[in-house]
Protein backbone atom coordinates (compact mmCIF):
# COMPACT_ATOMS: atom_id res chain seq x y z
CA UNK A 1 0.00 0.00 0.00
CA UNK A 2 3.15 2.16 0.68
CA UNK A 3 3.53 2.66 -3.38
CA UNK A 4 -0.15 3.25 -3.89
CA UNK A 5 0.47 6.46 -1.63
CA UNK A 6 3.62 7.24 -2.65
CA UNK A 7 2.80 7.25 -6.56
CA UNK A 8 -0.48 9.21 -5.57
CA UNK A 9 0.40 12.27 -7.15
CA UNK A 10 1.22 10.63 -10.20
CA UNK A 11 -2.42 8.68 -10.02
CA UNK A 12 -4.31 11.86 -9.57
CA UNK A 13 -2.94 13.46 -12.01
CA UNK A 14 -3.39 10.53 -14.84
CA UNK A 15 -6.58 10.35 -13.66
CA UNK A 16 -8.31 14.18 -13.98
CA UNK A 17 -9.60 15.34 -17.33
CA UNK A 18 -6.82 15.82 -19.80
CA UNK A 19 -8.58 19.18 -20.92
CA UNK A 20 -8.34 20.53 -17.67
CA UNK A 21 -4.86 20.01 -17.23
CA UNK A 22 -3.79 23.23 -15.20
CA UNK A 23 -6.25 21.94 -12.09
CA UNK A 24 -4.80 17.80 -12.38
CA UNK A 25 -1.29 19.42 -12.24
CA UNK A 26 -2.32 21.54 -8.96
CA UNK A 27 -4.53 18.61 -7.48
CA UNK A 28 -0.81 15.92 -8.03
CA UNK A 29 0.95 19.08 -6.28
CA UNK A 30 -1.33 19.82 -3.38
CA UNK A 31 -1.56 15.67 -2.83
CA UNK A 32 2.20 15.40 -3.36
CA UNK A 33 2.74 18.16 -0.33
CA UNK A 34 -0.54 16.12 1.26
CA UNK A 35 1.41 13.04 1.24
CA UNK A 36 4.32 13.83 2.42
CA UNK A 37 3.25 16.00 5.24
CA UNK A 38 1.42 13.22 5.89
CA UNK A 39 4.37 11.03 6.12
CA UNK A 40 6.76 13.21 8.44
CA UNK A 41 3.92 13.64 10.79
CA UNK A 42 3.97 9.75 10.73
CA UNK A 43 7.60 9.52 10.98
CA UNK A 44 8.76 8.92 7.91
CA UNK A 45 12.54 9.88 6.81
CA UNK A 46 13.57 12.35 3.73
CA UNK A 47 15.00 9.36 2.31
CA UNK A 48 11.60 7.67 3.06
CA UNK A 49 10.10 10.57 0.71
CA UNK A 50 12.87 11.05 -2.56
CA UNK A 51 9.59 10.25 -4.96
CA UNK A 52 7.41 12.64 -3.04
CA UNK A 53 9.63 15.63 -2.67
CA UNK A 54 10.90 14.90 -6.75
CA UNK A 55 6.86 14.80 -7.76
CA UNK A 56 6.33 18.17 -5.30
CA UNK A 57 9.06 20.15 -7.42
CA UNK A 58 7.68 18.26 -10.33
CA UNK A 59 4.18 19.33 -9.96
CA UNK A 60 5.11 22.53 -8.98
CA UNK A 61 6.64 23.55 -12.21
CA UNK A 62 3.89 22.09 -14.73
CA UNK A 63 1.14 24.54 -12.21
CA UNK A 64 3.35 27.34 -13.16
CA UNK A 65 3.83 26.40 -16.58
CA UNK A 66 -0.36 25.28 -17.19
CA UNK A 67 -1.71 28.55 -15.25
CA UNK A 68 0.86 30.56 -16.65
CA UNK A 69 -0.23 28.99 -20.75
CA UNK A 70 -3.05 26.81 -20.72
CA UNK A 71 -2.64 25.90 -24.44
CA UNK A 72 1.71 25.34 -24.11
CA UNK A 73 2.60 22.51 -26.25
CA UNK A 74 4.17 20.96 -22.80
CA UNK A 75 0.28 19.47 -22.12
CA UNK A 76 0.42 17.00 -25.38
CA UNK A 77 4.15 15.76 -23.72
CA UNK A 78 2.73 16.21 -19.73
CA UNK A 79 2.34 12.28 -19.37
CA UNK A 80 5.48 11.33 -21.17
CA UNK A 81 7.54 14.18 -18.81
CA UNK A 82 5.79 12.88 -15.54
CA UNK A 83 7.12 9.31 -16.25
CA UNK A 84 10.42 10.99 -17.37
CA UNK A 85 10.51 12.50 -14.15
CA UNK A 86 9.78 9.71 -12.51
CA UNK A 87 12.45 8.15 -14.37
CA UNK A 88 15.11 10.58 -13.45
CA UNK A 89 14.11 10.35 -9.80
CA UNK A 90 14.50 6.98 -9.33
CA UNK A 91 17.84 6.77 -11.93
CA UNK A 92 19.26 9.70 -9.60
CA UNK A 93 18.19 7.88 -6.24
CA UNK A 94 20.30 4.60 -7.76
CA UNK A 95 23.22 6.88 -9.00
CA UNK A 96 23.81 8.42 -5.56
CA UNK A 97 23.22 4.50 -3.66
CA UNK A 98 20.22 5.41 -2.48
CA UNK A 99 17.81 3.68 -4.30
CA UNK A 100 14.13 5.09 -3.38
CA UNK A 101 12.83 1.80 -2.29
CA UNK A 102 15.41 1.86 0.70
CA UNK A 103 13.72 4.57 2.44
CA UNK A 104 10.27 2.94 1.64
CA UNK A 105 11.96 -0.97 2.75
CA UNK A 106 13.23 0.45 6.64
CA UNK A 107 9.81 1.57 7.59
CA UNK A 108 8.85 -2.17 7.31
CA UNK A 109 12.27 -3.54 8.12
CA UNK A 110 14.00 -4.19 11.66
CA UNK A 111 16.55 -1.54 11.61
CA UNK A 112 19.36 -4.48 12.32
CA UNK A 113 18.84 -5.22 8.84
CA UNK A 114 19.03 -1.95 7.15
CA UNK A 115 22.63 -2.18 6.38
CA UNK A 116 23.26 -6.00 5.57
CA UNK A 117 24.04 -6.85 1.57
CA UNK A 118 20.95 -8.56 0.71
CA UNK A 119 18.43 -5.92 1.98
CA UNK A 120 20.13 -3.29 -0.18
CA UNK A 121 20.89 -5.68 -3.15
CA UNK A 122 16.71 -6.29 -3.16
CA UNK A 123 16.04 -2.35 -2.90
CA UNK A 124 18.57 -1.58 -5.59
CA UNK A 125 17.56 -4.00 -8.12
CA UNK A 126 13.83 -3.13 -7.63
CA UNK A 127 14.39 0.47 -7.78
CA UNK A 128 16.32 -0.45 -11.23
CA UNK A 129 13.38 -2.27 -12.26
CA UNK A 130 11.15 1.31 -11.38
CA UNK A 131 13.77 3.59 -13.11
CA UNK A 132 13.49 1.12 -16.08
CA UNK A 133 9.54 1.07 -16.09
CA UNK A 134 9.65 4.34 -16.13
CA UNK A 135 12.01 5.26 -18.65
CA UNK A 136 9.97 2.90 -21.19
CA UNK A 137 6.86 4.39 -20.24
CA UNK A 138 8.20 7.63 -20.69
CA UNK A 139 9.25 6.50 -23.94
CA UNK A 140 6.19 4.70 -24.84
CA UNK A 141 4.54 7.72 -24.15
CA UNK A 142 6.14 10.76 -25.64
CA UNK A 143 5.75 8.15 -29.36
CA UNK A 144 1.92 8.65 -28.74
CA UNK A 145 2.05 11.93 -27.86
CA UNK A 146 4.14 12.48 -31.10
CA UNK A 147 1.12 10.85 -33.06
CA UNK A 148 -1.36 12.98 -31.50
CA UNK A 149 -2.43 10.31 -28.82
CA UNK A 150 -0.83 12.06 -26.17
CA UNK A 151 -3.81 11.55 -23.80
CA UNK A 152 -6.01 8.90 -25.10
CA UNK A 153 -7.16 4.86 -23.79
CA UNK A 154 -3.77 3.83 -25.65
CA UNK A 155 -1.87 6.49 -23.08
CA UNK A 156 -3.66 5.79 -20.14
CA UNK A 157 -3.16 1.91 -20.95
CA UNK A 158 0.62 2.44 -21.20
CA UNK A 159 0.46 4.59 -17.95
CA UNK A 160 -1.26 1.75 -15.81
CA UNK A 161 1.14 -0.84 -17.65
CA UNK A 162 4.35 1.85 -15.75
CA UNK A 163 3.21 1.26 -12.35
CA UNK A 164 1.60 -1.82 -12.20
CA UNK A 165 4.41 -4.16 -13.88
CA UNK A 166 7.34 -2.68 -11.26
CA UNK A 167 4.51 -3.21 -8.43
CA UNK A 168 4.21 -6.40 -9.14
CA UNK A 169 7.84 -7.06 -9.93
CA UNK A 170 8.38 -5.78 -6.56
CA UNK A 171 5.87 -8.11 -4.80
CA UNK A 172 7.07 -10.98 -6.70
CA UNK A 173 10.96 -10.43 -6.47
CA UNK A 174 10.89 -9.42 -2.44
CA UNK A 175 9.04 -12.26 -1.68
CA UNK A 176 11.26 -14.27 -3.97
CA UNK A 177 14.57 -13.24 -1.92
CA UNK A 178 12.99 -13.67 1.40
CA UNK A 179 11.85 -17.54 0.57
CA UNK A 180 15.31 -17.77 -0.48
CA UNK A 181 17.31 -16.28 2.44
CA UNK A 182 14.87 -18.48 4.46
CA UNK A 183 11.67 -17.70 6.87
CA UNK A 184 11.22 -14.12 5.77
CA UNK A 185 14.00 -13.04 7.94
CA UNK A 186 16.80 -11.09 5.55
CA UNK A 187 14.67 -7.89 6.17
CA UNK A 188 14.22 -6.98 1.94
CA UNK A 189 11.03 -5.20 3.26
CA UNK A 190 10.99 -3.46 0.04
CA UNK A 191 6.91 -3.16 -0.95
Same mark, same amino acid.
Request: proline letters at 4%; aromatic letters at 10%; hydrophobic letters at 55%.
Given at each position: ?10 ? $? ?11 ? #? ?29 ? #? ?8 ? +? ?28 ? $? ?42 ? +? ?11 ? +? ?16 ? $??? $? ?17
Amino acid at each position: MSYVRTFLPWI $VFAVLPSGQWQWA #ALAGLLAALAVTVQQRRAGAGFDALIIEIGS #AVFFAALTAI +AFADPHSGIHDYSAALSSATLALIAGASLL $VGKPFTLGIAKRSTPREVWGLRPFIRVNTVVTGVWTAAFAATAG +ALAALAHAGHGHS +ASATLVQAAGFLVPMLFT $VRY $VAAARTKAGAGTTGTGAR
